[in-house]
């Protein structure tokens, strides 16, 4: 059974409306699909989707779920940023979003000296910049702050699923800044891993690296995958589109990790609730 929990559309950053993922989701034989856009993030209007189009989106969502009712099982959600005293999953326009569950995620760590969210994801200069005025130029308190917040959302506004957990590396391909196999390092995801157990949250296994290409792999690495899975943690496999093609890209190697991982299951929403599922074979 094929399903997918977090894809985007134009609504924020990604290309296509929204029946345009589904009609690839069709073809591709998809038995769920879900549009989990980037969340308007109102009191600082940094988000990608402004406040005024969550209404929009929500009936888009609506309407091709009776549209489509007889094809394919459609859901409705937003990934969310976590801003500590700005926005979580229990933020007011979230709540009365009419999800049926919530992605969470960290994108932004602390504040650039300019008081803008600093947004980890952005390629150089960015990146380094906020490392040096906010950090001191030291990568590996950010790093242990970042998780330091993907906890603080796990124990304080857990969402149903976290986005790609350790999307922090990704302007670290090359190992320029951190070693991935550090003890620090490790032991700041062990602690993450516990509060995400903690919270009964799903662990996303994003695919999103891998169809592009970005150096990266899967976010988490695969030995976080392994630790997650040793621990009970659900595991849900999102290729976290942007376009149209990508809706199961990364998947059949996805898929073929996790077996080689011994996982057999994954946990995927149905109606009302979720629940695990044979792991489906691609390749
Ligand atoms: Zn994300
Ligand atoms: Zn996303």
Avoid: C
């Amino acid at each position: 059974m094929l399903t997918n929990h977090h894809a985007h559309t134009r609504y924020s950053d990604g290309i296509g409306e929204p029946e345009d993922y589904l009609r690839q989701a069709l073809r591709e034989g998809f038995a769920t699909y879900t549009f989990s856009d980037h969340a308007p993030i109102p009191p600082e209007d940094i988000g990608s989707m402004p406040l005024a189009d969550l209404a929009a989106y929500g009936n888009e969502i609506d309407n091709l779920r009776v549209a489509y009712h007889d094809r394919i099982r459609i859901f409705k959600s937003l990934e969310v940023d976590f801003l500590p005293d700005v926005m979580n999953v229990n933020s007011p326009h979230i709540r009365s979003a009419g999800l049926d569950f919530t992605v969470g995620a960290v994108h932004y760590v602390d504040r650039l000296p300019d008081g803008r969210p600093w947004s980890f994801q952005q390629p150089e200069p960015v990146f380094s910049r906020g490392i040096d005025t906010i950090f001191g130029g030291d990568s590996r308190r950010m790093v242990e702050r970042y998780y330091a917040l993907l906890r603080e959302m796990l124990v304080t506004h857990p969402p149903d699923i976290v986005a790609h957990l350790d999307r922090i590396k990704r302007r670290n391909a090359t190992g320029d800044y951190w070693d991935e196999n550090a003890p620090w390092y490790r032991a700041a995801v062990e602690e993450t891993l516990d509060a995400l157990q903690g919270a009964g949250a799903i662990m996303e296994v994003n695919t999103r690296g891998v169809y592009l290409n970005d150096g990266n792999g899967m976010y988490p690495s695969s030995w976080i995958v392994a630790r997650a899975h040793a621990r009970g943690i659900p595991l849900q496999v999102n290729s976290d589109a942007h376009r149209p093609e990508h809706v199961s890209g990364g998947f059949a190697e996805a898929y073929r990790l996790l077996r080689e991982l011994g996982v057999n299951a994954v946990t995927v929403y149905m109606d009302g609730g979720f629940g695990e599922t044979e792991l489906p074979v691609l390749d």
